[in-house]
């Protein structure tokens, strides 16, 4: 029904934000990989939504890109996958992240997010394998080994999966596992 919407960021209070469109200001729920890329108060935004209607709400999701909106109608289509759960999912790892794990049969990564459980995690594998393709995010080129142990050294010394991701694209491809931990930590440190 309401498929997107294009106005001037009122209020920002994680997950919902107010979007103000013409004098109607529209509360909608974001995930967080959304949220932080938001421009600041008073700015223009466009937001692709998905609009629910149930008994006793009408909510509408906001998400900056098509193939976030697209994962979300998949993962409610799934039982026992509502939007509040869905939402959770996309704020817990991006698109590409939730598309290899599917790819690659990760149980692991989706226990990981708060909300998803062994059983819900293995019926997302389940329901999801073959279903998110290309199109829907970038291809993730397999890691080194080394790039593997930098993460989960990174990982088991406290930083978010994200952000040692990003720490790990700044290390050149060829480096050494204690090299590259020094170097992500001094890349984290900043």
Same mark, same amino acid.
């Given at each position: 029904m309401i498929g997107k919407l294009t106005g001037i960021l009122s209020e920002k209070n994680p997950p919902q934000v107010l979007l103000d469109c013409?004098?109607?200001g529209y509360e909608v729920d974001v995930p967080m990989s959304t949220f932080y890329n938001l421009p600041a108060l008073g700015e223009k935004v466009s937001l692709l939504t998905h609009?629910?209607?149930?008994?006793?709400?009408?909510?509408?999701?906001?998400?900056?890109?098509?193939?976030?909106?697209?994962?979300?109608?998949?993962?409610?289509k799934i039982s026992g996958v509502g939007p509040r759960t869905a939402l959770g999912v996309l704020s817990g790892m991006s698109v590409a992240e939730l598309t290899r794990a599917?790819?690659?049969?990760?149980?692991?990564?989706?226990?990981?997010i708060?909300?998803?459980?062994?059983?819900?995690?293995?019926?997302?594998l389940l329901e999801l394998k073959g279903k998110l393709g290309a199109d829907l995010g970038p291809a993730v080129a397999p890691t080194h080994d080394h790039q593997?142990?930098?993460?989960? $050294? +990174?990982? #088991? *010394?406290?930083y978010s999966e994200r952000e040692a991701a990003v720490a790990l694209k700044a290390l050149p491809t060829d480096v050494g596992v204690s090299d590259g931990i020094?170097? $992500? +930590?001094? #890349? *984290?440190?900043?």
């Open positions: 013409h004098g109607v609009f629910v209607v149930r008994e006793d709400a009408q909510i509408l999701y906001g998400f900056a890109s098509a193939s976030e909106r697209e994962v979300f109608r998949q993962l409610i599917i790819r690659e049969q990760e149980a692991g990564r989706l226990v990981k708060p909300g998803i459980g062994k059983k819900t995690a293995e019926r997302l593997t142990d930098i993460l989960q $050294a +990174l990982m #088991a *010394l406290g020094k170097l $992500a +930590l001094k #890349a *984290l440190a900043k």
